[in-house]
């Protein structure tokens, strides 16, 4: 249950959940539901505002399972672990782990990157409808309702990210709008298409190069695991 929580962790860049990166190094739970997660990181300089969010959520959604009682996470490998840890363990919140620093708040980071996220699901939509009818007329998707989309999970992700966002979901909604429910006039639907695609190739080639980075920098010496510590107890009971 508690891997499967970390899967609602999402890299605000990459748009995809740290558990399918590979950024669990290893996560151990005690009987007495005490959590401890190792996170890691494709390099060492990875975005620190990044790396604290993503270790930030993680530790809140741990600690909001109703069976948890201590949850530590730590960042490793990382030139600022020794800070972000430090934050994370004094429950500083982001301002107070990076000081002045900290330019923005992290909600108004997420905020950017939700509407990132919306924008290639979109795309991916409606993509998909192209090459399903290769005569449709790209000023035509401007028209496309949700109710139209197939049964998939391409547009299960788009619906997670228009609730993100507080858009719609009903079947009625225009497929095509901004982050601020908007949709676009037929002419403006090309241009405004091909921007989505920038965006999309933008995400998906980053969620690539990341995971060659991570292999490159861990092989295969520290796959994810996930060990209760009642089974590490038999383990070293039998050695003794």
Same mark, same amino acid.
């Given at each position: 249950?508690?891997?499967?929580?970390?899967?609602?962790?999402?890299?605000?860049?990459?748009?995809?959940?740290?558990?399918?990166?590979?950024?669990?190094?290893?996560?151990?739970?005690?009987?007495?539901?005490?959590?401890?997660?190792?996170?890691?990181?494709?390099?060492?300089?990875?975005?620190?505002?990044?790396?604290?969010?993503? !270790?930030?959520?993680?530790?809140?959604?741990?600690?909001?399972?109703?069976?948890?009682?201590?949850?530590?996470?730590?960042?490793?490998?990382?030139?600022?672990?020794?800070?972000?840890?430090?934050?994370?363990?004094?429950? !500083?919140?982001?301002?107070?782990?990076?000081?002045?620093?900290?330019?923005?708040?992290?909600?108004?980071?997420?905020?950017?990157?939700?509407?990132?996220?919306?924008?290639?699901?979109?795309?991916?939509?409606?993509?998909?409808?192209?090459?399903?009818?290769?005569?449709?007329?790209?000023?035509?998707?401007?028209?496309?309702?949700?109710?139209?989309?197939?049964?998939?999970?391409?547009?299960?992700?788009?619906?997670?990210?228009?609730?993100?966002?507080?858009?719609?979901?009903?079947?009625?909604?225009?497929?095509?709008?901004?982050?601020?429910?908007?949709?676009?006039?037929?002419?403006?639907?090309?241009?405004?298409?091909?921007?989505?695609?920038?965006?999309?190739?933008?995400?998906?080639?980053?969620?690539?190069?990341?995971?060659?980075?991570?292999?490159?920098?861990?092989?295969?010496?520290?796959?994810?695991?996930?060990?209760?510590?009642?089974?590490?107890?038999?383990?070293?009971?039998?050695?003794?």
């Amino acid at each position: 249950m508690a891997y499967t929580a970390l899967g609602a962790v999402v890299d605000p860049e990459l748009d995809e959940p740290i558990t399918a990166l590979g950024f669990v190094r290893s996560l151990m739970v005690s009987p007495s539901g005490n959590v401890k997660v190792h996170l890691r990181l494709p390099t060492s300089f990875c975005s620190p505002n990044f790396a604290y969010l993503m !270790a930030s959520d993680a530790k809140d959604v741990l600690g909001a399972l109703d069976w948890t009682r201590r949850v530590v996470v730590v960042l490793d490998d990382h030139h600022d672990s020794e800070i972000i840890n430090a934050g994370l363990a004094a429950d !500083a919140g982001y301002r107070g782990t990076f000081g002045h620093e900290a330019e923005e708040s992290l909600n108004e980071l997420r905020e950017t990157f939700r509407r990132k996220a919306h924008t290639a699901a979109v795309e991916r939509c409606l993509t998909g409808l192209l090459r399903a009818d290769p005569q449709r007329q790209e000023s035509s998707l401007g028209d496309v309702r949700l109710g139209q989309l197939p049964d998939d999970a391409t547009t299960d992700a788009l619906l997670r990210r228009r609730r993100a966002l507080g858009l719609s979901t009903e079947p009625d909604a225009l497929v095509m709008v901004d982050h601020l429910g908007s949709g676009y006039a037929p002419d403006d639907v090309p241009l405004a298409l091909r921007r989505a695609r920038s965006t999309r190739i933008s995400i998906d080639g980053n969620a690539h190069f990341c995971r060659g980075l991570l292999r490159t920098r861990y092989g295969d010496r520290d796959e994810e695991t996930f060990i209760p510590l009642t089974t590490l107890m038999t383990r070293v009971g039998a050695r003794q």
